[in-house]
Every structure is written in structure tokens, then in C-alpha cells.
């Protein structure tokens, strides 16, 4: 196991776990805190299109991925903006155009089955130093974003309509959200792959909430609890040559299963 983990493309993984982690700390607790996680979820399988788009096209999956979930981002952005009565309506219309064109591609391009499925539920084995190099640009975006505009995010994400009150420009932040959604989950497309994508997305803040009050400290703990949860899967996945997403994503579910159980025995003690 140790030996694993000395390997290239094991210390590959562990690079793009800690650029993941941060990603999905920061991304994850607004997604979640502003309600738009299925939204989330449809970007994710949008990018599903772009990847069947780029094997047939002959060019890099994780750039057709990207374009495709920006380009669903925008206009589900430009949807969902105004009436957010809507949103279901465009998950559903986005989510079967994108996972639909993905496999017509996929159907015209045979012999991407093994490659696909490394898409599909993430690999170990995928993350090559050029993708380390675009998550950390990704990463340093995320994180300038937030930092510049925290104060804004923080309203936006309780109280929109007095956000505007206040004067702050919503729609801005609201797209720019969208897309930097899009951007984390093409990170997260190599590790924990597009079916899995939502899980590292939103357990690890629905468990941080349970034990932080502010926003802030829920993306810390978030990013915290993403990375263990991503070393742990990939342990398991190495031991038992399994999956990667699979096992992260079980994992990052037994964390949110164990955490419960640990809060209600503590409010019974309490009582």
C-alpha cells in the first residue's frame, strides 16, 4: 500500500485530492447554501456531451467536458436568473440534451469504453501533470473569487433580495458562480468522475454545517473533509482494486452517516 502511494501517478492523485479538496470546499458550501445543488448536478451530467463530443472529434475529453458545462452553466444562468421557479424545468431539458448528445458521440466513436468509463466514475490512474497545472490555475481563480467577493456571496446566498436592496449586482455573481461550478467540476470529472461529482460537492458541506456557523469555516472544514474522504477512497480503491469515485463517494456517505449518529448521541447526553 505505502509502495502504492510512492508511484507517480498515486502522487498525481494526492496533488489533484488537495487542489479537488479546496475546489469543492469552496464551490460546494455556496452551492449548497444557495440551493442550486441540482442545478449543480445538471452541469455535471452536461459535461457528459462534451466528453462524447471529444471522442468522436479526436481532442482532449477533460477541454470538451469544460465547454460543454461553462456553455450549460450560461444559459442555465440566463434561465434561472430572474425565476428561479424555473430551475426545474431547465435541469431537466439540459441534463437529458447533454447526457443524450454524449452517447449518440460515444455510439459513432466505439472503442472508448475502458476511457470512458474513467470519466464516468473517475481513475486513479488519469491525472497526468498538464491537468495538475489547469487545476491549480482553476483553483487560484476559485479561491481570488471568493476571497474578492466573500462579503457579496455572503448576502447573496441568505438574502438575495436584500442583497439587491443594498446594491450589490446579483447577476454578476450569480453567473460567475455557475461557471466557477462548472470549472470545480471538471476537476473533480478526473478523481470522482461525472456520476459521482455531486456527492463530493455536498456531503462534506452538509456534515461541516452541522459543527461551523459561518460561511467561511464551512468551506475550511468542506475542503477538510473532501481531502480525507478522497485519501480514504483512494486507499480502499488501491487495497481492493475498485473504482475510485465508488469508493470515495461510500466513503464521503458513511462520514455523513457516522457524523449523524454522532450528533444525536451528543444532544441526548446533553438533554
Known amino acids: 500500500m505505502i509502495e502504492t502511494f510512492a508511484l507517480p501517478f498515486a502522487q498525481n492523485a494526492l496533488i489533484a485530492s488537495f487542489l479537488l479538496a479546496i475546489a469543492a470546499g469552496i464551490i460546494g458550501s455556496l452551492v449548497v447554501v444557495n440551493r442550486i445543488v441540482f442545478l449543480s448536478a445538471a452541469i455535471a451530467h452536461t459535461a457528459y456531451g462534451g466528453v462524447g463530443l471529444a471522442f468522436f472529434c479526436g481532442f482532449s475529453p477533460l477541454f470538451g467536458a469544460g465547454i460543454a458545462s461553462v456553455l450549460a452553466a450560461l444559459i442555465m444562468a440566463v434561465v434561472t436568473l430572474n425565476n428561479r421557479s424555473q430551475s ?159 469508493a470515495i463517494a461510500l466513503i464521503a456517505a458513511a462520514g455523513f452517516i457516522v457524523s449523524a449518529i454522532v450528533k444525536r448521541l451528543a444532544r441526548r447526553v446533553a438533554r
Request: proline share 2%.
Open 88 to 246: 426545474d424545468m431547465a435541469i431537466g431539458v439540459i441534463w437529458a440534451i447533454g447526457m443524450a448528445i454524449g452517447v449518440i458521440f460515444i455510439d459513432f466513436a466505439p472503442g472508448y469504453g475502458g476511457d470512458l468509463m474513467g470519466y464516468l466514475f473517475g481513475s486513479l490512474t488519469a491525472i497526468e501533470t498538464g491537468d495538475l497545472l489547469a487545476f491549480g490555475v482553476i483553483d487560484a481563480i476559485i479561491l481570488v473569487w471568493a476571497i474578492l467577493f466573500y462579503s457579496k456571496l455572503l448576502a447573496i446566498a441568505f438574502d438575495d433580495k436584500f442583497a439587491r436592496s443594498k446594491g450589490v449586482k446579483v447577476a454578476p455573481l450569480y453567473v460567475s458562480l455557475l461557471v466557477l461550478s462548472s470549472l470545480a467540476i471538471v476537476i473533480a470529472i478526473r478523481l470522482v468522475g461525472l456520476m459521482l461529482v455531486i456527492a463530493l460537492l455536498t456531503i462534506p458541506v452538509w456534515i461541516s454545517q452541522s459543527y461551523v456557523g459561518s460561511l467561511w469555516k464551512t468551506m475550511a472544514l468542506s475542503a477538510i473533509f473532501s481531502l480525507a474522504f478522497m485519501i480514504c477512497g483512494f486507499a480502499i480503491a488501491v487495497a481492493f482494486d475498485v473504482t475510485s469515485g465508488a
